[in-house]
């Protein structure tokens, strides 16, 4: 039994749509090609200054998203023959401009380096030898593209390329909350409406459409959807009856996404497609050896490559009735190092059909939809376990207590605690509660709610959970008492969390 129950009836599990008679791109009679938009998600639990020090296991994983999934990603956007999206978490960008983060990356590729060259030198001209100098090329290759290339700055390249019309960007909602399990309307809104700004300080133009954390997605969503004006999301297919997308208001469309690119990590898995796996990290093979595995050979990178092209060109073939193909390149680079051959035998399948068109995201919504549809709409996530992850024993109490500091902060936003009527509040008021609002967001984090049903990072997770919320209540105790301490609002104020400050007036629905 879950610790709280959850404001609204229990979401039903995901149950995937059967496989319809003929895969919609298979068809031979097929006319007119079918748009379709590729999507890449970065997005990274926020770092905060103590994950930073003494290379802390946080900071380390973060260094891992970079080598196997972020310098991927960017090399396959460089020369990509098709259109793709990019959806941006603020969190990710922050951790991407953190000089110990750069310098951690470097560190960690010049480290694998060594590491490789020992091996190579220890086994000679073995199967391990030559994987070791394999993987000492590929970690030189890596670096020089970060050092060089883009100079040690993702966000800064993605820029560049966003502004010569070479990709699409858009942002991730907030601090990557589950939206369907804030209780007020006005704090999803204001997810919503904090990744919009940070993104158009960043890129300098205003994002088309905005991505869902964990594409989760309710009937208390879709309102703020429409209050932010969000211009466009993606919803799972089933939920639009099958149609490509539809209009949910003269502003908001909603996108159908394809479940079966999510499998990627699992399809990659399977060793005994190719005779070796291509999951995981590719040091459990020199870790394990084949004394400890000897159904298993070393590691073969061609034949690693191969198999994982033979899954892409699969995927393509299997693909159903949907506008949108998505990956997180954080899962993929923990689950499956050779993702990349995958992406592109797929993007190059679906070329060479002729049956589909790769296009960007917001040329999906521009699209003639459907008006005004009627929508019987569930809460739902795409995790096979809907929204269970978030709402058990371990973690389901923390809904409770953030569902009361909402009401609270917002009180204040307010200005109820001053009198009867709610009146504007005094400049250092205001500034307290505006901190307190970006603590608030921050404990609502889904990675930490989900770090908290993990069976490691627990402890981690719940002292930052805590120290959010601490320093919320401080906050609003000072708002509440008239007491407000400058020096302390100062001090939180430069914290690069969420980068700029909230400001109230994204309370208010977007005119």
Not at 172 to 196: F, I, N
Not at 392 to 407: A, D
Request: proline share 7%; net charge negative; with cysteine.
């Amino acid at each position: 039994m879950r610790a709280s129950s959850p404001p609204w009836p229990a979401p039903a599990g995901f149950a995937p749509l059967a496989a319809p008679d003929a895969p919609l791109y298979s068809g031979k009679s097929m006319n007119t090609p079918v748009p379709v938009s590729l999507v890449l998600v970065a997005h990274h639990p926020p770092l905060r200054p103590d994950d930073e020090r003494d290379g802390g296991a946080l900071l380390q994983r973060l260094c891992e998203h970079v080598i196997e999934g972020v310098l991927p990603m960017l090399r396959l956007i460089q020369g990509a023959p098709a259109p793709v999206t990019v959806a941006l978490s603020q969190p990710w960008m922050e951790a991407m401009g953190r000089e110990r983060v750069r310098e951690a990356v470097e560190e960690r590729l010049r480290e694998l380096i060594q590491r490789c060259a020992n091996l190579a030198e220890e086994h000679g001209e073995t199967s391990v030898g030559a994987l070791a100098e394999h993987d000492a090329a590929r970690y030189r290759e890596a670096l020089a593209f970060y050092q060089g290339e883009i100079g040690c700055d993702p966000v800064g390249a993605l820029a560049g390329w966003f502004s010569e019309g070479r990709v699409e960007l858009i942002p991730v909602a907030g601090s990557h909350a589950l939206l369907p399990l804030l209780e007020r309307r006005e704090m999803r809104a204001l997810h919503l409406r904090a990744a919009a700004e940070a993104f158009e300080r960043r890129f300098g133009v205003a994002p088309a459409g905005i991505w869902l954390p964990e594409c989760a997605v309710g009937p208390n969503v879709l309102d703020a959807l429409v209050d932010t004006r969000a211009g466009f999301t993606v919803v799972e297919r089933r939920l639009l009856d099958d149609r490509r997308g539809v209009r949910l208001s003269d502003r908001v469309t909603l996108l159908g996404r394809d479940a079966v690119s999510a499998t990627w990590p699992a399809q990659g898995a399977d060793s005994r497609a190719s005779g070796t796996s291509t999951s995981g990290s590719i040091w459990g093979w020199y870790a394990r050896g084949d004394q400890e595995a000897p159904h298993r050979r070393v590691y073969d990178p061609e034949l690693g490559r191969a198999h994982a092209a033979e899954v892409g060109r699969a995927t393509f073939e299997a693909l159903e009735r949907a506008t949108t193909l998505a990956w997180s390149v954080d899962a993929l680079a923990r689950a499956w190092f050779e993702w990349p051959a995958a992406w592109t035998a797929l993007v190059g399948a679906g070329a060479e059909s002729g049956r589909v068109s790769w296009v960007a995201l917001s040329e999906q919504a521009t699209t003639d939809l459907d008006e005004a549809p009627t929508i019987a709409l569930e809460n739902t996530s795409w995790h096979p376990d809907g929204l269970g992850p978030w709402l058990s024993p371990s973690n389901g109490w923390l809904i409770r207590h953030l569902h009361h500091l909402e009401r609270r902060v917002l009180s204040a936003a307010a200005g109820r605690h001053l009198g009867e009527r709610p009146r504007a509040l005094p400049p250092w008021q205001r500034r307290a509660v505006q901190v307190a609002l970006r603590e608030l967001m921050m404990a609502q984090s889904s990675d930490l709610a989900a770090a908290m049903d993990a069976s490691s990072g627990v402890a981690h997770a719940l002292g930052r959970v805590r120290a959010h919320v601490d320093r919320a209540k401080a906050l609003l105790d000072m708002v509440e008492r008239d007491a407000v301490d400058g020096r302390v609002v100062e001090g939180l104020e430069e914290d690069e969390t969420l980068a700029a400050l909230v400001n109230l007036e994204w309370l208010r629905p977007s005119s």
